[in-house]
Nanobody, 122 residues
Framework: EVQLVESGGGLAQAGGPLRLSCAAS????????IGWFRQAPGKEREGVSC????????YYADSVKGRFTISSDNAKNTVYLHMNSLKPEDTAVYYC???????????????WGQGTQVTVSS
């Protein structure tokens, strides 16, 4: 059974950091890209970042470039989203997802986690 489990969400101060983790199981981690998406209340889901199976390619939405960094630890089957300089508009439920890199970047990955809430206070 494929599982993607997000953790690390919570309350953060504007300007501060937070690190999200996505622990994957049930599929060959090295063969798939992992991406992060977010959805704020009343807004459409937004692709935030993605990392290829090799770690050699990454994608960032313009809204997070220079502030967020995605990384992977293949030994732990875990992908991290390092979020810095957080803004109140980063408040959302953050989901990780897995599929081929292009499929994740275009927003239609096959496998999804349950999400973790991130709230940034001003």
């Amino acid at each position: 059974e494929v599982q993607l489990v997000e953790s690390g969400g919570g309350l953060a101060q504007a300007g501060g950091p937070l690190r999200l983790s996505c622990a994957a199981s049930g599929f060959t981690f090295d063969d798939y890209a992992i991406g992060w998406f977010r959805q704020a209340p009343g807004k459409e889901r937004e692709g935030v970042s993605c990392i290829s199976s090799s770690g050699g390619s990454t994608y960032y939405a313009d809204s997070v470039k220079g502030r967020f960094t995605i990384s992977s630890d293949n030994a732990k089957n875990t992908v991290y989203l390092h979020m810095n300089s957080l803004k109140p508009e980063d408040t959302a439920v953050y989901y990780c997802a897995a599929d081929r890199f292009r499929t994740v970047v275009t927003g239609t990955p096959l496998w999804w986690g349950q999400g973790t809430q991130v709230t940034v206070s001003s």
